[in-house]
């Protein structure tokens, strides 16, 4: 007979409570798994290491139990057990009531954001009647203004069975009230434990708290940089061809050693997630704290399964009182694998206790300086981006100004899937917020043009004031004017055509730009034009035309400028223009030459044309970059033949 494989859904529950309470037992009458699978465990009685069952549902379904230990000196391994679950189990046992680890354990919770779950008051079997409903009650005052508040409070025993099946019951409506976990996303698994297979190699267990990954998959462990295929994946001890979001899952990564992986690593999509010094974040207080929380004080952070010393930095005042909230800098001692939206949860290190937690927020290459206000706003902006994949990647390219961003950088940034990322690019393009440079490579958005428009205006009203017979600016002064490169100032005149300016041969000019010439500029204008036409190949230069004239030679560079943007003169240098009847004609001299003699260097067609090298460079020169030779060496081919 075949077995008809169970249906997964990818929903993690899991233990909270004081040590001795009977989250393991609960565990196991459930799923019939002992969670303890350390000798330690079996030896003391007691949960030191986060456990994983599988729990089967009604309908042939199976979710994850993760238990955690309630031991205070293990509250580390209980906040890696929590921090991928959807829904809790909070276990008070009633002979005992509420006690201390019952009470951060939920301060925990709430720290992490977990909105649903109910609480099983466990060893009923050793009180009354009476002794029940007051532990009840005191649970009940202690899970007022929590996400627990008004949830089941259900008397269940280990020992005797009595009320397990109501207990299960309402355990399962509530998961399967519950939208399974969405599996789109970046594939990241915080490393929960990893261990040697004969025969197989490393492998890694956790629970993936974003997107899925599927045999033959490549995954990168985080920061080390470690890669591997996926051979192999068990969910919930079953063989898969993929482990999702919200599933506790065994990957086997042969080309990872076993040396490489501890807990509080991540395996990831590879090229997508990196790890970060420094954070920004909300940080919200427990009303419970003895004292605030000082500016530049050392916390122990805990997110994911890593705990990494840290240094927190706020960016409003310099306290934050028991309960109160601020935005803040975290520094970390070791570089941790983050993205934007993660929960984390801060422990004092004397006394060791839970003090408060709060979200990341943004991901800082640099540290915000809090006398920068524009910084700190951008910190703001982005938090309200968080959970908007659109919002997000526009945020991020924002902050790139005119480097603009490739989409390999925004994956990085943003955590979002390539295939996202690329989406939302092409929308912003689509509705103009955002345009594309350096050959289509990178995006800039539109915004970062709005402080260097203003510029470019400027500058231009300033050449124009300066330069009254120049049509506009050449390609090269505007970008030396506004000290951008070739790729910005492209992207920037693309915007600007709709905006404030005109760019045409004659140059980039102020929108109904006009040139006035007086008789006088007239008449020198036809002059220079037939000096030029007259002198062919050996063009005059601004100093010889101004004793000729008569005239400063700044004015008769001004005026040769002018004959250049109008088209009536090329110029070639910096020091000299050629009427382009010249240019024709040299051209068609080379072009004969090399027809008639096959290529020729240098100093054969300064024979040809007949003038001085200081004439012949630029013209060949000018050739070269209108396509009519190619120069290898000193030698000329023809292309245009």
Known sequence: MRVVPPERINIIIGTAGHIDHGKTALTGMLTGCDTDRLPEEKARGMSIDIGFAPWRLPGNRVVGIVDVPGHERFIRNMVAGVSAIDLVCLVVAADDGVMPQTIEHLRILDLLGIKRGLVALTKIDLVDIETRELAALDIAELVAGTFLD??????????????????AEMLADLVLSIPPRATGGVFRMPVERSFSAPGRGTVITGIPISGSVRLGDSVELLPEGATSRIREIQVYKMDAEEARVGE????????????????????AQPGCLKAWRRVAARLQLLDSVRRDLRHAEDVRVHTGTAEVAGRVMLLEGNRVAAGGSAMAQIELADPVVVDRGDRFVLRAFSPATTIGGGVVVDLLEERIRRSRPQAVETVRAMEQAIGDPVALVGEALRRHGLRGATIADLVTETAVTR??????????????????????????????????AEQ????????????PLRLGMRPAEFREALKIDANSAEALLAVM????????????????RQVTISADDGERLAALCRRHREAGLTPPEAEELATEMGTPAGRVTELVDHLVDRGDLVRL???????????????????RAIRERGPLDTAALRDVLGASRKYVVPLLDHLDQIGVTRRTGSVRYLLDA
Do not use: W, Y
Not at 431 to 436: I, K, N, P
Not at 573 to 578: G, I, K, N, P, V
């Open 573 to 591: 240098s910096d020091r000299m223009a050629f009427h382009p009847e010249a240019v024709d004609a040299a051209k068609e001299a080379v072009r």
């Open 419 to 452: 295939e996202r990322v690329a989406e939302v690019l092409t929308e912003m393009e689509g509705s103009g917020q955002a345009r594309r440079i350096g050959g289509a490579q990178s995006v800039v958005h539109l915004d970062a043009f709005a402080p260097l």
């Open 150 to 167: 008004g949830a089941p409070i259900v008397p269940v025993s280990s020992v005797t069975a009595e009320g397990l099946d109501v207990f």
């Open 497 to 512: 055509r709709q905006g404030g300016l005109t760019v045409e041969e004659s140059g980039i000019a102020r929108a109904g």
């Open 456 to 467: 470019a205006l400027a500058a231009l009203d300033e050449f124009h004031a300066q330069h």
């Open 248 to 267: 506790c899952a065994a990957l086997n990564t042969p080309e990872i050693g076993p040396d490489e992986v501890h807990r509080g690593l991540v395996l």
